[in-house]
């Protein structure tokens, strides 16, 4: 059973993969940079700070770094302990054509830290400014599902490593808004 899904898994990331052409390249590295959506980051900061003012936000920021720092060792943790192969770590998948593009490719892929950092920030920031802005959090459910599959389109990882990642990001992203909320009721005299 755990094969055939592994069977599909590396299926769905060859298909998924090979829709990418030379043309877009550029486009999904630039997606796929940790550092190009600081700007987004910067965004929500300042809304956050404009709607709930500056002791609060001083709390979400210690919240938001907490929350990015467990993401990241649980993430570890899980790759470290899974030991699964990134897709461009394996030859057989080079012959059958897949495309790697990646300025690198790290050793274990399961499951993947873009996807469940975005989701976590998604889920977080969505939920944190739902009073304020209602559809703000489909807009950053949108941009954590583009950046997840930027890992597939340049070829680090697959399919079941993106979803994972993505599942556990959101968690993570509800479990820190239910704490912030404790803290900020805890802590802000309003």
Known sequence: MLEQLLELDKELFLYLNKLGTSTWDG???VITDEFTFVPLYAILLFLIYKKYGLKSLLIMVLVIA????FTDQITNA?????????PCRVDALMDQGMRYIAERCGRYGFFS?????????AVFGGLVLRPYYKKLIFGLLL??????????????????????GMAFGA??????????KYLLKRFISE
């Open 27 to 29: 486009l999904w590295l």
């Open 66 to 69: 907490a929350m990015i720092t």
């Open 78 to 86: 899980f790759k470290h302990g899974f030991m699964r192969p990134r």
């Open 113 to 121: 830290g873009h996807s469940s950092n975005s989701m976590a920030a």
């Open 143 to 164: 941009w954590s599902f583009i950046v997840a599959y930027s890992r597939i389109y340049v070829g680090v990882h697959y399919p079941l490593d993106i979803v994972c």
């Open 171 to 180: 968690l993570a992203g509800l479990g820190f808004y239910k704490l912030s």
